[in-house]
């Protein structure tokens, strides 16, 4: 696991199928699923075993459309064959980052991942707390399968899994204590948007952890990917995950596909995140990096203009041998009305 808690060691084998359980739960309004709508609000779906699907059969915005066509071949992260609740939940809580944020969630809240991808983060959540209510909303239908499958296996009641597009979410404005959404927004036609989108899921009082490229953060792997480009193969002595020796082959491949040939993706300045978010109502609670153990929610103090500079040169420096390839965690707390 890395310091923002991306699953490195699994890879892309998405082969386990739903088995239905339950009806499921509603990410808008809560209640049980019918059969095609929720009985209590309306929502209408395709179902899927539980896996349900808010979007169906019509076409998407094209920028959209390529994205998921890009993660309908190589689904992120993935899981591993032998993938269980017990090996999840291990090399999960290796991570320091995703420690400090299970004790942070308070065991029965409701949780929010936007973007799930394959749902590791989603389904570690669940797993540590069964009380907590955590649902998954992804715009990719493999992604999601491959979630569901996992779901399925493991027998997680407390993890809704739905396709849907982030700026049309099927949920209520601030219905979620905590709302997580990272790697994702830098995968839009239009980010600021998209932190729009997401922000307004977060509860009064609640709060975001956003995941990023951060310009500074991801400059050398910019020029790493520059210097690629010609070579037409990237140079695994540039490129710390390439170096590992226990990387397997699909995850490599998945790796090279996600960082040297996603079809959208875009950097973004923290303070223009954080003026963004501060606009929203929300207040600065903290980055990662730096690694944390503990207290991940408690308020730090906000960065003035030279703490961030300094922030961001260290982010740049560390970009050598950063294994997020300047992903950056931004969290932020809302305001209560
Ligand atoms: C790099 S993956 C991150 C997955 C996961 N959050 C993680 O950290 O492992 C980005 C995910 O964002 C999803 N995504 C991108 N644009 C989206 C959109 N407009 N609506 C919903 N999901 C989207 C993709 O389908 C993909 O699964």
Sequence with gaps: MSENGADENATSECKASAAPTSAGSCPRCFQGLGERSCGACGLAFEREGRLIDVLGRDPRESDAARVER?????????????????TLLDRARRSSFLRALDAALPAQARVLDCGCGTAQLAAFLALAAPRRRVFGLDGCRESLRCAEGFRARVGL????????????????????????????????????????????CVAPGGVLVLGFYESAARLFHAAR?????????????????????????????????????????RMLAMPAVLAQLERLGFSWLRSVPPGIESGLFEATPRPGPLARARLRLGWCLRGVNDPDAGLVLLLARRGSR
């Excluded at 995850?251 to 040297?260: A, G, S, T, V």
């Design 157 to 200: 009641e407390n993890l809704q899994l739905a396709r849907a597009d982030l700026f049309a979410m099927p949920v209520r404005a601030g219905s979620f204590e905590v709302v997580l959404s990272r790697g994702v927004v830098h995968h839009t036609a239009d980010p600021v948007r998209a932190i729009e989108c997401v922000a307004q």
């Design 225 to 265: 990917r520059a210097l690629a480009r010609p070579l037409s193969t990237p140079l695994r002595a540039l490129d710390p995950v390439l170096r590992r020796a226990d990387l397997a082959p699909e995850k490599r491949r998945i790796w090279i596909e996600d960082q040297y040939h996603h079809p959208l993706e």
């Design 70 to 86: 890009f993660y309908e071949r190589s689904p992120f992260p993935g899981y591993a064959p032998d993938d269980d609740g017990g």
